[in-house]
T-cell receptor, first 113, second 118 residues
Framework: GIQVEQSPPDLILQEGANSTLRCNFSDSVNNLQWFHQNPWGQLINLFYIPSGTKQNGRLSATTVATERYSLLYISSSQTTDSGVYFCAVELKRIYNQGGKLIFGQGTELSVKP | DAGVIQSPRHEVTEMGQEVTLRCKPISGHDYLFWYRQTMMRGLELLIY????????DSGMPEDRFSAKMPNASFSTLKIQPSEPRDSAVYFC????????????????FGPGTRLTVL
């Protein structure tokens, strides 16, 4: 089946630092989402980004579908950015299946004050 | 909109008991998904529905698990009998896929139910 690999698995930053998280996937996809799971366990939608680049405040994401990867950029990190960041993809070959997502294992980010 | 609603938020039960988890999707969404999150297996899809009809239940671990969607605004995931290895966080999610221009399959998650089976 499809492989969704995220790197790095863990990341520790000092507040104010920038970081890049990567998501590689092994098959063509219809869409890709980035989520932040906060320390309370909630999954927060960050980006719906099957291709191209989007920005939302200090966060931005880029997906290059033809090369099967996506990047999540966090600039000027804050302690509230701590948590686990997940990449999830919908397989292209089940186009009419309503967005069934396959998750990567996540990147656990810790931002120190 | 209130988002996806799940209840209970926490459930502690003893092995052998029946457990029922509940979900209300976002109004107007016609796809509903049940996921399970564990340390060992991460986030994995259990089952999903389209217009209240189960489409793919290949992720349901065994016959002890069952899910229903009696109407567009309510779904249940039942475990009977429960076992300690069922301990996990169970998430419900919903989406309203739109095809063509502005294609958008974005999926939205509820807060989850943390299940502990003793």
């Amino acid at each position: 089946g499809i492989q969704v690999e995220q790197s790095p698995p863990d990341l520790i930053l000092q507040e104010g630092a920038n970081s890049t998280l990567r998501c590689n996937f092994s098959d063509s996809v219809n869409n890709l989402q980035w989520f932040h799971q906060n320390p309370w366990g909630q999954l927060i939608n960050l980006f719906y980004i099957p291709s191209g680049t989007k920005q939302n405040g200090r966060l931005s994401a880029t997906t290059v579908a033809t090369e099967r990867y996506s990047l999540l950029y966090i600039s000027s990190s804050q302690t509230t950015d701590s948590g686990v960041y997940f990449c999830a993809v919908e397989l292209k070959r089940i186009y009419n299946q309503g967005g069934k997502l396959i998750f990567g294992q996540g990147t656990e980010l810790s931002v120190k004050p | 909109d209130a988002g996806v609603i799940q209840s209970p938020r926490h459930e502690v039960t003893e092995m052998g008991q029946e457990v029922t988890l509940r979900c209300k999707p976002i109004s107007g969404h016609d796809y509903l998904f049940w996921y399970r999150q564990t340390m060992m297996r991460g986030l994995e899809l259990l089952i999903y529905f389209n217009n209240n009809v189960p489409i793919d239940d290949s992720g349901m671990p065994e016959d002890r698990f069952s899910a229903k969607m009696p109407n567009a605004s309510f779904s249940t995931l039942k475990i009977q009998p429960s076992e300690p290895r069922d301990s996990a966080v169970y998430f419900c999610a919903s989406s309203f896929p739109r095809r063509g221009t502005g294609n958008n399959n974005e999926q939205f998650f509820g807060p989850g139910t943390r299940l502990t089976v003793l």
